[in-house]
């Protein structure tokens, strides 16, 4: 649920906060220095507009990936006051026979669930096999009670971990199908692939990918499993800011010779060409005896066949206003 609602805000809510910081910063503008408020007919109002959307997509792509790191559920070595780089087995059981006479139900009804939490996690973090999974694969992993070889545990995790990265291949191919998120599709595969192999070499190795490594000396108190689910969701968030960002500053080139258009100009060719006909045999007689009636009539009939189809075609007419504003920006910067 978390995931859908973080997707429905990358959809929706961008754009409002957009608008908001552009009429606050407007607001602030207009008592500060009024002549920095540019009129909303001009090239320099768009260009505000692009710069607030895009603070927005960078704030807000900072937020998921906090609040990714803070929603990763509960840590065991983080409730033992252990981090996974300096764990001692002595030590996680001194913490837990504190934690036993300060939780246990006996002395403290209150304190019970969060007693089996601590209970549940000692035991994974006291043998080596589930503690090894539960570093790589997490917490599902170790929820396995079938599973009594490092092998079982690793079995039980690939499948579901690789399922994670067919469903984002899915919503890549998804996104393509519908021209949605059409920016650095390439690396987006790309990215996934990667990923992929990074988190099936966490499952099949005993040593941890060197980026991993270098992650955890950041964050000690994460596990490889935590640091890859981060990586993950920023992954997906990066592409997702991308793809809000980029269409605000590049222009996207539309496809003027695609099947869609080449048909409707057809057709208003076929519509056209009776009348076409029609004006320039009407042109040739007011000629009629110069001896240019038919050279103005063909010239006159290539101009208006091209003219009146401009005219018919909303699609054509659209994209040839576009190119001529594009030309005559090119040529004034």
Not at 6 to 32: C, D, E, I, S
Not at 268 to 282: D, F, H
Request: aromatic letters at 10%; charged letters at 15%; hydrophobic letters at 45%.
């Amino acid at each position: 649920m978390g995931d859908f609602t973080g997707m429905l805000g990358w959809l929706f809510l961008p754009q409002f906060a957009a608008n908001l910081v552009l009429k606050t910063a407007h607001w602030v503008l207009l008592r500060l220095s009024p002549r920095m408020v540019p009129h909303q007919s001009t090239s320099a109002y768009v260009l505000h507009q692009r710069i607030s959307y895009a603070l927005v997509i960078a704030l807000y792509l900072l937020y998921t990936m906090w609040s990714t790191e803070q929603n990763l559920g509960t840590n065991y070595y983080h409730a033992f006051g252990l981090s996974p780089s300096d764990f001692s087995e002595s030590q996680l059981r001194r913490t837990f026979r504190q934690v036993s006479l300060r939780l246990h139900p006996d002395k403290n009804p209150e304190g019970h669930k969060q007693f089996i939490i601590m209970q549940h996690a000692y035991k994974v973090l006291s043998n080596p096999l589930s503690r090894f999974a539960y570093d790589r694969a997490g917490q599902a992993a170790v929820a396995c009670q079938s599973c009594k070889t490092l092998g079982d545990y690793m079995l039980m995790a690939i499948p579901r971990r690789l399922s994670v990265y067919l469903a984002y291949t899915m919503g890549c191919v998804a996104m393509q199908v519908f021209r949605v998120g059409k920016c650095g599709a390439f690396w987006q595969y790309m990215a996934i692939g990667a990923f992929a192999a990074l988190e099936l070499t966490m499952l099949t190795s005993t040593k941890e990918p060197g980026i991993i490594r270098a992650l955890l000396v950041l964050a000690p108190h994460r596990t490889g499993h935590e640091m890859a689910q981060i990586l993950q969701q920023v992954m997906v968030c990066f592409f997702i800011a991308l793809n809000q960002i980029v269409p605000q500053f590049v222009p996207q080139e539309k496809n003027v010779s695609s099947l869609e258009l080449a048909k409707e100009l057809m057709t208003a060719i076929k519509a056209t060409k009776a009348e076409v006909g029609n004006k320039s045999r009407r042109l040739a007689d007011v000629f009629k005896g110069s001896g240019l009636e038919r050279v103005m009539a063909d010239e006159f009939r290539e101009e208006l066949q091209l003219s009146m189809t401009l005219a018919s075609s909303p699609k054509f007419q659209a994209e040839f206003t576009d190119r001529l504003k594009t030309s005559r920006q090119a040529s004034s910067a």
